[in-house]
């Protein structure tokens, strides 16, 4: 028996239709330090997404045309993640704190034709434009005042403001297939180079409604959000998807968002939710203890963190503004969320559809007991199967689960505990060392503001922890060491503290501890 209901067609598209028409006037704002801060409405973004989808025709941009964009969290860059994929095209948000060789890679990768960029990262496109030899238009957000273009016969310049003046608005968007790409982002690279995954019109749109689910995120229209996390990173975590779906007020804090600006943006603007990484939160605590009396968090209910469990002493700096942290776990392979919690000592339960387990080395399903470890396996309809044309996916991927490389335990009422990653698991002398937790309990000492901690090899132990710390007061060796030896076993004590001004960071403001074992093996000074 076939069912009776519409076969309509989940569609990006859908997620505009329903804010220019169910919250025309609710408010949003685009900050710039510079340039002032500019509010706008979801009839505005309606109006100005179908104006610049007025516009493709002339520079070719048609059904599966990958469009990249080199841009900050700013209302243009909302206007081209509904209006690109909407036509039919396909946007690439370009990472553009990676490397200029992995940029170039992700973008000769991706086949990208069109480049969408902001104007103080032309430089950036310039350095890596002549290895890019099919990009034919370049749209520069603003005008071309001032731009240093590079002049070529394939590539035309284009100002983003002259094409919404002088385009002609498309009435209806087209209709097509839902599991039609919409979007691709790449890893960040830190374990060789880039992996891209490409998402569809229906993983998006049903990550977006999974993260308004109540009991999980709960995106809500009547909350503010600071998108502190780039929309250049995994989609900025799906908030420019489900906040316009359900009509919220994104608060996007534009090119350059420093410690200061941040603060800046939330004493002003009023915020009630900050959305970034344990990194920024850090970031902004320093700068706000630094400048006293001149920032207000007083409208910030909640922090909302991704990725690793954030520091204790972070969480109860927070606290101490009226600010409850909540917690998510992602990749970008997961879209990227998977699980979120209301309790910072872990990842948090599972989403609506997604589902996950923990596997022993042979892949065999381990119990959710609390403290049973193995890999983290996840499926959902917004996890991706494959690469982006990559000859290496077989091994990320198990009997139709993916391989998270994160060492977990589930309790028993579902929610995640990220243990470590697999690869920074440290072995001595045939027991294992838990870098995460070492971490953590090096951040709680009061003297310190960053921690890491890798592997490095030992001519008995096979492998022993070292750990790089940045320090605001000078403490000892012997120092660290008490501090740790008070709750950890005497051998997970670090055999040597490297001292830093910054711990090294990948382009997304995680630790980068393949920079650290290649400093370590090359013997830098660091």
Known sequence: MLTTMMDRPLLISSLLWHAENVFADRVGVSCDAARGDREFTYRDLGVSTRRFAGAFDDMGIGFGTRVATLAWNTFDHLVAYYAVPASGAILHTVNHRMSP??????????????????????????????????????????????????????VTWWSFDRLLLEAVPIEEFPEFDETTASSICFTSGTTGLPKGVVYSHRSTVLHAMAIS???????????????????????SWGVPHAGVLQGARLVLPGPHPSPAELLRITTEQTPDVVVGAPAVAALMRERFDADPGR???????????????????????WAGHGVSTVN????????????????????????????????????????WNGFTTGELESRSPWVTGTYLDDDHAGDAFHDGWLRT????????????????RVKDLIKSGGEWISSVELENKLLLHPAVLEAAVIAVPHETWQERPVAWVRLTDDVSDDGLRAHLAATLP??????????????????????NKTRMRQMWCADVDV
């Open 101 to 154: 060789d992995n940029i170039a890679y992700t973008m000769d990768k991706a086949e990208d034709e069109v480049v969408l960029i902001d104007a103080d990262l032309v430089p950036v496109l310039t350095e890596v434009l002549p290895r890019l030899p099919r990009i034919r238009h370049v749209v520069v957000f603003g005008t071309l005042d001032g731009i240093d273009r590079v002049m070529s016969s394939t």
């Open 213 to 235: 689910a109540a009991g999980g995120v709960a995106i809500e229209g009547s909350r503010s959000y600071l998108l502190a996390t780039q929309m250049s990173h995994v989609h």
């Open 295 to 317: 920032y207000d968090l007083g409208s910030v209910r909640t922090l909302w963190l991704g990725g690793q469990v954030p520091p204790s002493g972070l969480v109860n700096w």
């Open 328 to 367: 998510g776990w992602g990749m970008t392979e997961t879209s990227p969320m998977g699980t979120f919690g209301h309790v910072p000592a872990s990842q948090g339960r599972p989403l609506p559809l997604f589902q996950v387990r923990i596997v022993d080395e042979e892949g065999r399903s381990l119990p």
């Open 405 to 420: 490389g994160d060492v977990a335990v589930i309790h028993p009422d579902g929610q995640v505990e990220i243990r470590d």
């Open 490 to 511: 005497k051998f997970w004590l670090p055999d040597m503290f490297v001292r830093v001004d910054e711990v090294p960071k990948t382009s997304v403001g995680k630790l």
